[in-house]
């Protein structure tokens, strides 16, 4: 087994937002000044593929894949005030989503059993035929189906601890037993969805895990809900493949969100992940997904990054009243 696997790539680098806009290209630059002066935490770094048109229909709409392409070709336009395409935006987002397939076909071969991809613009909120949350195309999902059609893969988890609700993600997995997705998310901000009632639909219902928190919440709540809901669940479901969508901007410091979140706690939730991941048999991969102020992005990055790649345990923490109320309604679904 090789060393923890790193993907980025310039292209990444060539969506352009403009001046005051959140998502910039600084965001990568940031983490990886960081990662260099700590001598990458040991992983081998790699540039990203673009992902293919077939991997990108595989999960967006032809015609909305095609029309991001062509916007971008002819210069770029704003779709609304927060997502715009530039004339780097298509490669940007392509290659953001290839990072992500690249990472998960290294990680199933054998090569790693951990990875990370530091890439933009952002993917989550994307659904199947629209842009939305500065994302473009859903890499995780991108990854996920690339997984299931093409690399033999069953089950795949995916846990979203970004701030704001992965609604793209969600919807485009509603459907199907083949993913479970979980996320811890505050409540009442962008998208405004993901509420606990929210279990999927038809053969994917019980596979949607939706645990909104309030604004302010501080760590425990978030481990609680980790160690009690999502990863007994995830443990039930036995996944041949984990991905997280690794958001940042619940850290107390990013305002575009509300919670107490430290660069530690990002840390903490990454061995929870890694330690199912060891005890399934299934290799971790993250992409990067959201958190905007650079200092706290760059260190929550690199400390998720030391603790998927290290060996220390997490720390179990004591379940809260809300944890209680959130299993009511998971545990028609999964034993808890």
Known sequence: MGPPLYFSDPACLEHETPPGHPER????????????????????????????????????????????????????????????????????????????????EALLSGEANVGFCATRPPGHHARVDTTSGFCLFNHVAVASRHALDSLGVRRVFIFD????????????????????????????????????????VRAGEGYSINLPVEKGSYEDAWFSLLEYVVIPAAEEFQPDLVLISAGYDAHRDDDQGGCEL??????????????????????????????????????????TMEALAGDEPADSTAPDVFTGRAASHVGFHWRL
């Open 25 to 104: 290209p600084a965001r990568i630059t940031a983490i990886e000044s960081s990662l260099a002066e700590r001598g990458w935490l040991g992983y081998e770094v790699r540039q990203a593929p673009p992902a293919s048109r077939e991997m990108l229909v595989a999960v967006h709409s032809a015609e909305y894949v095609d029309a991001v392409r062509s916007i971008s070709e002819s210069g770029g336009a704003a779709f609304d005030r927060e997502n715009m395409v530039s004339r780097g935006s298509y490669s940007a987002a392509a290659h953001a989503s290839g990072a992500a397939c690249a990472m998960v």
């Open 161 to 200: 601890w970004d701030v704001h609700h992965g609604d793209g993600t969600n919807d485009i997995f509603r459907d199907t037993d083949a993913v479970l997705f979980a996320s811890i998310h505050q409540s009442r901000i962008f998208p405004g969805t993901g509420s606990i009632a929210d279990a999927g």
């Open 262 to 303: 430290e660069a530690s706690s990002f840390a903490e939730m990454a061995r929870y992940i890694r330690g199912l991941g060891e005890r399934t048999g299934a290799p971790v991969g993250a992409v990067l997904e959201g958190g905007y102020t650079l200092d706290t992005l760059a260190a929550s990055v690199c400390a």
